[in-house]
């Protein structure tokens, strides 16, 4: 057979090679921008307000969101938690409690702030505070989340664990990737990009299978409380696991308890901001952003700090090297240089001594005091560093590549 005329191109090819040529460069498009290139920023009702939040809260937090200036330091999602599932009518669809007269008014209100909404639900029949889950309607419920307006959605394994009882590591695995793969099917299925947050606590090593189920993000631990015990031990539980974290999918220790009672002093909540800027972790806080006090404010806002969490490169940074009770952890940021915190774990101030040595470095770097917005100078081999009583010092060191 002679192939010749089939190889002439004739216009009506160069119509599909254009259009072939354009989806190519939408999809690309697309992918630069799906969600949670960098970690989430937002807010979650659950820390402050339990299961007896309301719209007017919702309303209220984006409000404060914005006149705080975290919205201008970069929080984005006000996020409902648990407590405003209602009942499923005779079509299966899930209408919200009454405390939420008019959801698709509350998500455009948020987007009126420039924000975006975050709701939550269970692949169980329950939510863990008994509400509606969204066992097979997982369709039905995503549909109705994208019809409101919603950009992320927490789902909480909560009741689905009956659903584990009596299997294997292995067998268990596989029914919470599946239980997580179809909302994740259902969520595309919308055509709304909304960031996919897996609440499961950890369970079955979620970080190596996570983000093959569409997770943008996933909780390490079980719920954090507002403790510097419990700070610490979601913190450290991310050890070893940096290699699973990178942009598009995030190890989640939980929402931040900055501004709650029991971790309000500001030292403590300044060891919270840097440990999850070091970690590259989502930074939810759970506060009241009404009322917080001005330190409060200025750790949540603090930019510098905001930059090490959202640097492009999407490093997770770990722990170097412990003295006692001094951490000194470290992260590579993209521009070549290294955050680099430094821990005192007592309850009354220490003399910390920074090691080139631990960081495999060698002096002499220039320094930027990230708490303190300055620099200061030249840090050499060995340096010491007073740390506040379970404070933090956190230091940007390098010359910044071009
Ligand atoms: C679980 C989650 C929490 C919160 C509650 C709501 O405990 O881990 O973050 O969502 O459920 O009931």
């Known amino acids: 057979m002679n192939l010749r005329p089939r190889q002439v191109l004739y216009p009506w090819h160069w119509l599909v090679l254009l259009l072939l040529l354009l989806s190519t460069s939408c999809a690309v498009a697309a992918a630069g921008t799906a969600p949670a290139r960098t970690p989430p920023m937002g807010w979650n009702s659950w820390n402050h307000y339990g299961a007896s939040v309301t719209a007017a809260d919702v309303r209220h937090a984006a409000d404060a969101m914005v006149a705080s200036g975290m919205a201008a330091a970069g929080y984005r999602y006000v996020i ?7 009942k499923r009518d005779t079509r299966g669809v899930l209408h919200p409690n009454a405390k939420f007269p008019d959801m698709r008014a509350l998500a455009a209100y948020v987007h009126g702030k420039g924000l975006k909404l975050g709701i939550y639900s269970s692949p169980g029949e329950k939510s863990c505070g008994g509400f509606t889950g969204s066992a097979g309607h997982e ?5 109705e989340f994208a019809a409101w307006g ?5 789902y909480d394994l909560c009741s689905f664990r009956h659903h584990l009882t009596g299997k ?3 067998k268990q695995v596989a029914v919470m990737k599946d239980a997580y793969a179809r909302m994740h099917r259902a969520l595309v299925a919308t055509g709304r990009p909304i960031v996919f947050s897996l609440c499961q606590y950890g369970w079955g090593r979620v970080w190596e299978w996570g983000a093959a189920v569409g997770g943008n993000l996933w909780r390490t631990t079980d719920d954090i409380r507002p403790t510097y015990a419990s700070m610490w031990f979601n913190a450290n539980s991310e050890q070893g696991l940096a290699r699973w974290a990178g942009p598009g999918h995030w190890n989640d220790p939980d929402m931040l308890e900055i501004g709650n009672r029991g971790m309000d002093d500001p030292d403590m909540e300044r060891s919270e901001m840097s440990l999850w800027a070091l970690l590259a972790a989502p930074l939810i806080a759970g506060n009241d952003l009404a009322t917080m006090d001005a330190a409060t404010r200025a750790t949540l806002t603090n930019r510098e700090v905001i930059a090490v969490d959202q640097d492009p490169l999407g490093a997770q940074g770990h722990r170097v090297a ?3 009770p001094i951490q000194l952890w470290v992260k590579p940021l993209a521009d070549g240089t290294l955050a680099v915190g430094l821990f005192n774990t007592l309850d009354h101030p220490l003399d910390a ?13 220039p320094a930027r005091d990230l708490w303190r917005h300055a620099n ?10 007073g740390v506040p009583a379970f404070g933090v010092v956190l230091l940007k060191l390098g010359q910044p590549k071009r």
């Open 80 to 86: 409902i938690d648990d407590g405003w599932q209602g």
């Open 139 to 143: 369709v039905q419920d995503a549909r």
């Open 150 to 154: 919603v950009d992320y959605l927490k």
């Open 168 to 170: 294997s590591a292995s």
């Open 322 to 324: 412990q003295s006692g």
């Open 353 to 365: 001594t920074l090691d080139f040595k631990a960081l495999g470095l060698h002096g002499p770097l």
């Open 376 to 385: 200061i100078g030249s840090v050499d081999t060995r340096r010491v560093f």
